[in-house]
């Protein structure tokens, strides 16, 4: 007979007949003659429960089905006398395919803290938080690809190993084969790459963006969707070792076309998971963070503000407020900035633009008051940064001119620059931590537990 999955099951309302299904334990109760076991397979938050008269089954078999055992079993579909579903199966035969030790699964009791989960991090996928955010983030990644698709942009792989370091995002993570515990060295006691895998330094790409752009200024629209490494030491509920990050890039768009896409693709994100992980939601709404929905569809309703940076300085130093870090024009914003921005002053998720080129990257359009470039960051209530994009400077002269101020190497980019001798075009781009946007959709609170198996610093178990 062909297994049905339970999602499948409990909305089907064919009762009367024989079913196969398969799944683990959550919890088994009962009485000697009547055993009632609550049965999951990971296609939907909700159990089916199964009944077994104890009279059918061997004793030991019945003692043997604890929480976390995995079973298989047939049984007749029947309408349920009890409460909390319409269905459940009345079983045939069980077949035990794994006990599970009650001793020592560490998975008994309800109400274990993240900080715990995450050390069992091969078992959390089966409770009920675990199993609603991973069915979530995979309805993300999947209604990414369909926004994508849909709007005529193309996937674009771009390389996890670069040759270049020259984007200036983050520290990177070398690559090599060299060994470690004798490194080639020049005669000026440098490292001699040239003996390495690949001739010369590699590292983990921290953002596929440059060669994004190569992809946008050929094919108009593409889009990558891919592993990000970043070195970078932070100790923090949204900062991740390795992160996925969407990043389209666009032919002929400037920096409000560039906004408009950010605005609408994070709605439609929104509105898929509200139209189709209805229950994954109510179940983290009323767990994990009262309001979730409301919340998200808040953001549904309202437009984002769009203002510059300059502005968003003024409304910070006028803020009644000791911060962390004192702000001044011409300062990065801090976390406490962009969550004061969207948490307390407007209540709604901005857009700031026009950063000072200083702190921001090399490849950004220059604006013509010399001081600003053509950047925005998308700020969300609860996460802060959850975009960061810009128009690109398309001028080969002015990104010449930039890449020497900062004295970045210009021979690692020839490939870049030659884009802006070859047909150059306006064009813009942006990057979605994914992690990012599946914190602020599930109500998470950290990052760590948003991914299967988080790697951050002095972490990368499993
Ligand atoms: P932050 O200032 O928060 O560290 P960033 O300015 O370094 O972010 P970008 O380089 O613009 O970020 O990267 C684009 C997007 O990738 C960010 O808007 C964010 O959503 C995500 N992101 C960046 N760094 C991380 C990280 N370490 N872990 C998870 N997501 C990240
Ligand atoms: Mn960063």
Same mark, same amino acid.
């Given at each position: 007979?062909?297994?049905?999955?339970?999602?499948? +099951?409990?909305?089907?309302?064919?009762?009367?007949?024989?079913?196969?299904?398969?799944?683990?334990?959550?919890?088994?109760?009962?009485?000697?003659?009547?055993?009632?076991?609550?049965?999951?397979?990971?296609?939907?938050?909700?159990?089916?429960?199964?009944?077994?008269?104890?009279?059918?089954?061997?004793?030991?078999?019945?003692?043997?089905?604890?929480?976390?055992?995995?079973?298989?079993?047939?049984?007749?579909?029947?309408?349920?006398?009890?409460?909390?579903?319409?269905?459940?199966?009345?079983?045939?035969?069980?077949?035990?395919?794994?006990?599970?030790?009650?001793?020592?699964?560490? +998975?008994?009791?309800?109400?274990?803290?993240?900080?715990?989960? #995450?050390?069992?991090?091969?078992?959390?996928?089966?409770?009920?938080?675990?199993?609603?955010?991973?069915?979530?983030?995979?309805?993300?990644?999947?209604?990414?690809?369909?926004?994508?698709?849909?709007?005529?942009?193309?996937?674009?792989?771009?390389?996890?190993?670069?040759?270049?370091?020259?984007?200036?995002?983050?520290?990177?993570?070398?690559?090599?084969?060299?060994?470690?515990?004798?490194?080639? +060295?020049?005669?000026?006691?440098?490292?001699?790459?040239?003996?390495?895998?690949?001739?010369?330094?590699?590292?983990?790409?921290?953002?596929?963006?440059?060669?994004?752009?190569?992809?946008? +200024?050929?094919?108009?629209?593409?889009?990558?969707?891919?592993?990000?490494?970043?070195?970078?030491?932070?100790?923090?509920?949204?900062?991740?070792?390795?992160?996925?990050?969407?990043?389209?890039?666009?032919?002929?768009?400037?920096?409000?076309?560039?906004?408009?896409?950010?605005?609408?693709?994070?709605?439609?994100?929104?509105?898929?998971?509200?139209?189709?992980?209805?229950?994954?939601?109510?179940?983290?709404?009323?767990?994990?963070?009262?309001?979730?929905?409301?919340?998200?569809?808040?953001?549904?309703?309202?437009?984002?503000?769009?203002?510059?940076?300059?502005?968003?300085?003024?409304?910070?130093?006028?803020?009644? #407020?000791?911060?962390?870090?004192?702000?001044?024009?011409?300062?990065?914003?801090?976390?406490?900035?962009?969550?004061?921005?969207?948490?307390?002053?407007?209540?709604?998720?901005?857009?700031?633009?026009?950063?000072?080129?200083?702190?921001?990257?090399?490849?950004?359009?220059?604006?013509?008051?010399?001081?600003?470039?053509?950047?925005?960051?998308?700020?969300?209530?609860?996460?802060?940064?959850?975009?960061?994009?810009?128009? #690109?400077?398309?001028?080969?002269?002015?990104?010449?001119?930039?890449?020497?101020?900062?004295?970045?190497?210009?021979?690692?980019?020839?490939?870049?620059?030659?884009?802006?001798?070859?047909?150059?075009?306006?064009?813009?781009?942006?990057?979605?931590?994914?992690?990012?946007?599946?914190?602020?959709?599930?109500?998470?609170?950290?990052?760590?537990?948003?991914?299967?198996?988080? #790697?951050?610093?002095?972490?990368?178990?499993?």
């Amino acid at each position: 007979m062909e297994r049905k999955k339970i999602k499948e +099951l409990l909305s089907s309302h064919k009762t009367g007949k024989e079913v196969f299904v398969k799944g683990w334990v959550r919890t088994k109760r009962g009485s000697k003659n009547i055993v009632f076991i609550a049965l999951n397979d990971g296609s939907t938050i909700n159990n089916i429960q199964i009944v077994a008269d104890a009279s059918v089954f061997k004793e030991d078999l019945l003692r043997d089905i604890t929480t976390g055992a995995c079973l298989a079993v047939t049984g007749t579909l029947i309408e349920s006398v009890g409460q909390g579903q319409n269905v459940e199966i009345k079983a045939n035969s069980i077949e035990l395919y794994g006990k599970c030790d009650a001793e020592t699964y560490p +998975l008994q009791k309800k109400g274990h803290s993240m900080e715990f989960l #995450r050390e069992i991090a091969h078992l959390r996928p089966r409770t009920n938080t675990f199993g609603a955010v991973l069915r979530i983030r995979h309805a993300m990644a999947f209604a990414i690809h369909k926004y994508f698709n849909d709007k005529g942009f193309f996937y674009l792989h771009t390389p996890i190993i670069t040759g270049s370091d020259a984007e200036g995002a983050g520290e990177m993570f070398h690559v090599t084969t060299l060994d470690l515990t004798n490194i080639p +060295l020049n005669e000026d006691k440098t490292v001699k790459f040239t003996e390495d895998f690949f001739g010369k330094p590699t590292n983990l790409t921290v953002s596929g963006q440059l060669e994004g752009e190569l992809g946008a +200024l050929a094919l108009g629209e593409i889009y990558t969707f891919g592993p990000t490494f970043r070195a970078e030491n932070s100790n923090t509920p949204r900062h991740l070792a390795e992160f996925w990050m969407i990043e389209p890039e666009m032919a002929f768009y400037d920096l409000r076309d560039n906004m408009d896409l950010a605005e609408d693709f994070l709605k439609y994100l929104i509105r898929y998971a509200l139209e189709n992980c209805r229950e994954d939601l109510e179940f983290l709404d009323k767990m994990i963070q009262k309001g979730l929905i409301d919340r998200l569809n808040f953001v549904l309703g309202n437009e984002f503000i769009r203002m510059t940076y300059s502005e968003a300085v003024d409304i910070l130093i006028k803020a009644d #407020r000791k911060w962390e870090y004192p702000i001044a024009w011409g300062k990065d914003l801090q976390a406490e900035h962009e969550r004061y921005l969207v948490e307390e002053h407007f209540r709604k998720p901005v857009i700031l633009t026009d950063y000072p080129k200083a702190i921001k990257a090399f490849y950004m359009k220059q604006n013509d008051d010399g001081k600003t470039v053509r950047a925005m960051d998308v700020l969300f209530p609860g996460i802060g940064e959850i975009i960061g994009g810009s128009q #690109r400077e398309e001028d080969y002269e002015r990104l010449l001119g930039r890449i020497k101020e900062l004295n970045l190497p210009e021979k690692d980019l020839w490939w870049y620059l030659e884009t802006r001798k070859f047909g150059t075009a306006p064009h813009s781009g942006f990057g979605l931590g994914f992690e990012r946007l599946i914190v602020f959709i599930t109500g998470m609170s950290n990052i760590r537990d948003v991914i299967p198996f988080p #790697r951050t610093p002095k972490n990368a178990e499993f």
